[in-house]
């Protein structure tokens, strides 16, 4: 059973930036896209972009376009998403998800990390 | 882009009921729709993939139907450990991206 572990939760200043690390456990990325998926306090789900880990491409929503960078290294099975420039409305549980049977499904989730931007 | 409305944003009912929730999509996505249960401080759990196919593990009375623009999410049976807000969610290709629903808070009466 995969499971993606996030690393933990990040306290930063506005105008700085945050890179969170998701690392596959008991499977790997294999051929799947890993998504990144943020929730704001009490707001609902906003997909943030995905990566293709074997073909080393990325997409990105076009809100966040030219602050937001996805990667992964295939080799440890670890993706990562980082975000500049930040502001005080990217405050929100950060969430990564990968893919799965379903053509368009994120079957597996981290279990999130708090992004909290404070002055 | 395509847009999705889900309906109703919010929801009461008794244990057994039978509950639905409905996602319209502005535009042909055929089967492309999955469905999601988040519970207060956890992440997503996928319930539903491809419109109608139950995720392994996922409890029976969980379903799904639709294709096209129209789609319903239906509990039959409600049971107290379902109390969460549900998110249907589709993805393009051009540009690629993932939309979600506006989610549908369930609680019991």
């Known amino acids: 059973q995969v499971q993606l572990v996030q690393s933990g939760a990040e306290v930063r200043k506005p105008g700085s930036s945050v890179r969170i690390s998701c690392k596959a456990s008991g499977g790997t990325f294999g051929t799947y896209t890993v998504s990144w998926v943020r929730q704001a306090p009490g707001q609902g789900l906003e997909w943030m972009g995905r990566t293709i880990p074997f073909l080393g491409v990325a997409d990105y929503a076009q809100k966040l376009q030219g602050r937001v960078t996805i990667t992964a290294d295939k080799s440890t099975n670890t993706a990562y998403m980082e975000l500049s420039s930040l502001r005080s409305d990217d405050t929100a549980v950060y969430y990564c998800?990968?893919?799965?049977?379903?053509?368009?499904?994120?079957?597996?989730w981290g279990q999130g990390t708090l992004v909290s931007v404070s002055s | 882009d395509i847009q999705m409305t889900q309906s109703p944003s919010s929801l009461s009912a008794s244990v057994g009921d039978r509950v639905t929730i409905t996602c319209q999509a502005s535009?042909?996505?055929?089967?492309?729709l999955n469905w999601y249960q988040q519970k207060p401080g956890k992440a997503p759990k996928l319930l539903i993939y491809d419109a109608s196919n139950l995720e392994t593990g996922v409890p029976s009375r969980f379903s799904g139907s639709g294709s096209g623009t129209d789609f319903t999410f239906t509990i039959s049976g409600l049971q107290p450990e379902d109390v969460a807000t549900y998110y249907c969610q589709q993805s393009d290709n051009f540009p690629p991206r993932i939309t979600f629903g506006q989610g549908t808070r369930l609680d019991i009466k």
């Open positions: 998800a990968r893919g799965g049977r379903g053509a368009t499904a994120l079957h597996y």
């Open positions: 535009q042909d996505i055929n089967n492309y």
